[in-house]
Each structure stands twice: as C-alpha cells, then as structure tokens.
C-alpha cells in the first residue's frame, strides 16, 4: 500500500468514525457546529498570557473525546501534521518578549514563553475540538447544519466537495504512483525529472474524476442543498446540553476559575 | 421519449464531434448505441441529460431542453456512467441511494423504503450497509444502476455498462436489464462496443461513425450486416463470427 492509499484510508476511517453511536454522535449536528465554534472562538479570545484562564477549557474536549468514544490518541495521530504548524506559529515568541512575568522556583519565565505555551494550547484545544466534531459528525450533516445558519451555498458546496475531491485525488496519486514505479525499478519516491508531468497529469485526471463525479451529483437533484442528510433523530439533550456547554465556556472566558480555586486553596 | 433534431456540438478547442444528428427513441424501446471510440456515444447520452449544450433541439418526455426544464429531465432519465468509482460519492450504497430521492422531494424514510425495495429487485440486499469502495467490479456496476432505480426514471442511460466485467457479472447485467424491462417497459439506452450484449439485451441498434448516425434499424438485421459494421470500425458479435 503506498503513502497515497493510507492517507486515503485515513480519511476514510474518520468518515467511519463519524458514523458511530455515543452520546455526543446523537447530539444534532447544528448544535455541536455552534458548540465547536462559539468553544473555538472563546478559546482563542484568552488573552496571551492568560495561561491559568485558557488551561480550564480543556476540560470541554477532555469530556467530549471521553463521551464520544474517539480516542484522543487517533485525534493527535491524525492531526500531526498539523501539530507541529501550531507549535511552529508561536516558537520565536520567547526571543522576541524576553521580560520576565513569574519566577518559577529560581527560574525566570518570561512572557515569550507564556505566550508561546498559551498559544499552543489555543492551537491544540481548537484543533481537537474541531477533530471531535468531524469524527462525531459526517460531513453532509456538517454542510446541512452550515446551510441552517445561512452559510453561504457556494462555500458549503465547496466544502463538501472540496471533502470529495480529496478522496479523487489520493486515489489518483495512489495509481499514478504505482504506475511510475512498476516501471522505475529501485527508485525512491518519484524522480524531479517527472514531476512536472505527473503534476500536471494528475490535475487533468482528478479534475477530469471531479467532474464526473459532479455530473454525477447534478443528475440526482443536488443544488446546493442538503436535504438527505436529515438523518437520523437527534438526542433530546442536543440544545440544553450545548447551552449549558456555552455557558461555562462563558464563565470561564470571563473568570478565572483556576486563578480562584487556586486562591481558595493556598 | 428521446428525440434530437439537427444536434451538433463540439468540444471547446476541438473537432465538431456531433454533426446534424436527428432520431427519436420512443417509449419502452431497447435502443444500443455502438461505434467506434471517439464516435460520440457517450457526447450523445451527455446531450440528451443536458450536461453540455448543443445546438438543435433536444426534447425528452415532450419537456424541451432548457435551463427551466433540466431538472425535470433529469429526473426522467436515470443516468449510469462508465466508471461506478465517478458515480457513487456517498460512503455507503444506501446512501447514495437515497441521496437522488430525497434531492427530489421524497422523504428519507420513502426513500429508503424504495432503496430497499430495488435492492430486492436486484438480489443485492447484501450490499445495503456495503461501504462503495468496498465492493467488486461488478457490485460497484449494480450498485450504481441501483442508485438510478431508486429515482423511479423513466429511461435508463447506460455508458459501456459491460466493461469491466466478468463473464458471470456481465450474465447478471443481462439478466437484470431483461428483468427490468419484463417488470416495468422501461426504457433503455446502452452505449458498448459489447455488440453481444447489444443483441442479447436490445431490439434496436444505432451506429454512429464520426459524429454522424451510419445506421438505425433492427438489432438482428444490423448486427448481422458484416459490410456494414466493418465500414464502421466494428466487428461481428463473436456468436454470429463463428469463433
């Protein structure tokens, strides 16, 4: 199997995992949507050295991925590539802010690196709710809440069949590749000699797939709307359980609880 | 059902691949389209759904072709392409089953009461939880005229139906496409250079040569006219050449 057919597999299992049945997979789709969002928008709305505020909020993924069943290690396995952008987004931080905030022991720690540690947590909260969400929802369900709050047509369309056309272009990778080295004995990878071909076949081939696929779904009535994925019943505890979620998020966007626990304690 | 009248088109950049094409297929009928490659079988299958614009008048179900109209004739004709892998993009078969219905109104309860009963017709229950790139060959080939059956079209469109397939799968196509035929009239199109499957499964034949319709007549006259088909780029079916 080469390394196209495995990311294809790997897409393929969180369209699997979003099928499964736990409590946070019945929760209507719209209301993990505006959990997910609203949770989002808090989380990276901590101020940059609020490291003892926004360290409360992984509380909502940590319950989640317990409710919902995914492992969390599936969740950093997928997303590792990812990871390291976010790590790599906030690293110059400690030699740019080198003013020093708290001492830990003798140590100094300055604000760079609270401000690196805080914005790497805003990274990997949101990264691992948004994961929770996809591997909880499937994507027609995801589109169909999008067009419930009047999310334009065009981008929900785009979205899905941005979704789709990943799955067209791995697969065309993947036999593009097996293709090159069946008659590339010995080589590793694809040599820079071809890339430009195989580049430019590969965007003729998946977007001629693209196409199809599209005709496809205009012949069987799709116009933008999501009307087949209604399905199943959503859990009755959807919308209290996403309000009260969006409330202690609030709470907790405005005080700092383990600020105040840690008070109460000492 | 079908009718073109003084259909041309070509390609943007390219040669003009349908020249002046005029013919009508009526209700209940069993028409093949053969021709070489690049004869403008599948252009034509294209051009009867209104997938690229021609120019002459094209009329499906007395609804002519137009932009108010598309949806309408799309859902009278039940398209089944060449490649199932370009046809299905739901993750399981009963998604996509349900997935043209309830785009066209039907409740997704009906819809999937309806998807079951075609599974039924096709003896393919099995597949019904069956994620699509899980399948065969020929499951992905039944699954996908599933697909279109469960839309209730009053025509079926069929693109090389049989490539791809194994002999045995191929005997199920035909079987089905009898079947279906017994049950409901439908009306059915198949574009193949299959020629054995044409005349096992149809009662008509049309040969396009070059964007240009060469021959429409019977299928048992036509398909035995060795000059013909060889002016056309096509053979006998092998049970007619005695190999």
């Known amino acids: 199997m080469n390394k196209a057919e495995k990311a294809e597999r790997e897409i393929l299992a969180i369209d699997g995992m979003s099928k499964g049945d736990s409590a946070v997979h019945r929760m209507s789709p719209l209301s993990k949507l505006l959990l997910t969002i609203v949770y989002i928008v808090i989380t990276v709305s901590f101020n940059k050295y609020d490291i003892t505020g926004i360290f409360i909020m992984i509380l909502f993924p940590v319950v989640g991925y317990v409710a919902s069943g995914v492992p969390v290690s599936t969740a950093f396995w997928k997303l590792r590539i990812v990871l390291p952008l976010v790590c790599a987004v906030g690293i110059i931080n400690p030699f740019l802010d080198r003013e020093i905030l708290f001492y830990l022991g003798n140590i100094g720690v300055s604000g760079g690196v609270v401000s690196f540690i805080t914005l790497l947590m805003k990274g990997v909260f949101s990264l691992l709710a948004s994961f929770l969400l996809v591997s909880t929802t499937p994507v027609e369900e995801i589109c169909r809440a999008l067009r419930q709050v009047h999310f334009p047509k065009i981008l929900t369309s785009l979205f899905l069949l941005t979704f789709r056309y990943v799955h067209v272009l791995l697969e065309e990778v993947s036999i593009m590749t097996d293709a090159y080295h069946l008659r590339s004995p010995g080589q590793k990878g694809i040599h820079i000699s071809a890339w430009g071909s195989f580049l430019g076949q590969l965007i003729l081939r998946s977007s001629d797939r693209a196409g199809q696929l599209y005709d496809s779904m205009l012949l069987r009535g799709f116009q933008g709307e999501f009307y087949y994925a209604k399905g199943r019943k959503s859990a009755a505890y959807s919308w209290p359980v996403a309000i009260i979620c969006i409330a202690l998020a609030v709470t907790f966007r405005f005080l700092n609880i383990a600020a105040i626990f840690g008070g109460v304690i000492i | ?243």
């Open chain 2, 1 to 243: 059902m079908i009718r073109f009248e003084n259909v041309s088109y070509t390609y943007p950049g390219a040669d003009e691949v349908l020249h002046d094409i005029s013919f009508s297929i009526e209700r209940g009928e069993k028409v093949g389209l053969i021709g070489a490659n690049g004869a403008g079988k599948t252009t034509i299958l294209k051009a009867a759904l209104g997938l690229i614009q021609t120019t002459g008048t094209i009329t499906v179900g007395g609804l002519p072709m137009s932009r108010e109209n598309l949806s309408e004739i799309r859902k009278k004709l039940g398209y089944v392409l060449q490649n199932s892998d370009n046809q299905m993009f739901m993750p399981t078969v009963i998604e996509d089953m349900i997935f043209g219905s309830v785009n066209y109104g039907m409740s997704r309860d009906d819809a999937e009461k309806k998807a079951d009963e075609v599974l039924k017709d096709l003896n393919i229950e099995y597949l019904k939880k069956r994620q699509n790139h899980r399948m065969s060959g020929g499951e992905k080939r039944l699954a996908a005229i599933a697909t279109v059956l469960t839309m209730e079209p009053e025509a079926l469109l069929m693109d090389e139906p049989s490539s791809a397939l194994d002999p045995k799968n191929r005997r199920n196509l035909i079987n089905l496409l009898k079947r279906l035929w017994d049950k409901s009239r439908i009306t059915y199109v198949i574009t193949t250079h299959d020629l054995d499957l044409v005349l096992d499964t149809c009662e008509r034949v049309i040969i396009l040569n070059n964007g240009r319709i060469a021959a429409d007549g019977p299928a048992e006259v036509i398909l035995r006219d060795q000059a013909l088909l060889e002016a056309n780029d096509l053979e006998l079916p092998f049970c007619f050449a005695g190999r």
